[in-house]
């Protein structure tokens, strides 16, 4: 569960990432395909080389949905529920793939935020990623 103090966390972080959308999704789906090579079989259609297009235009797809979530942090399993549909029905993604984009996720943040990466805001983007994630892979059940 995030605190009322995650939260706020949570929002502030998410104010920095908003004006780099595409540098910022572009790099998670970069360090996840490469560190966790097996991710890369969802997206046997795409051009998956350094700077692609396509890369960048689903990373920022990625993010702008992460934001969604970030603005009803006390609603989200109705604001993420279309892509939850998508992602348990069509595109079938393995719930632990959640976990590898978080993960990749946080590194971006971290490498870009440096010192303001505070273990706090570490552990309250983590709590985030979770539940969304819990949110994504609900519909599998
Ligand atoms: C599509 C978000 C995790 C595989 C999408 C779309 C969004 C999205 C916004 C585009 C939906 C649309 O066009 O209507 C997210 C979020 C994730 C997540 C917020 C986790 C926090 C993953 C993971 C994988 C994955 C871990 C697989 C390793 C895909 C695929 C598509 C997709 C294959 C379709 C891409 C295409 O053909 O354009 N996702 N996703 N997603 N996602 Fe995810």
Known sequence: MLTAED????QQVWEKVSGHQDDVGAETL???????????????????HHGSDQIRGHGKKVVAALGTAVKNLDNMSQALSELSNLHAYNL?????????????????????LGKDYTPQIHSAVDKFMSAVASVLAEKYR
């Open 92 to 112: 079938r993604v393995d719930p632990v793939n959640f976990k590898l984009l978080a993960q990749c996720l946080q590194v971006v943040l971290a490498v870009h």
């Open 30 to 48: 970069e360090r996840m395909f490469a560190a966790y090579p097996s991710t890369k079989t969802y997206f046997p259609h795409f051009d998956l």
């Open 7 to 10: 939260k706020k966390l949570v």
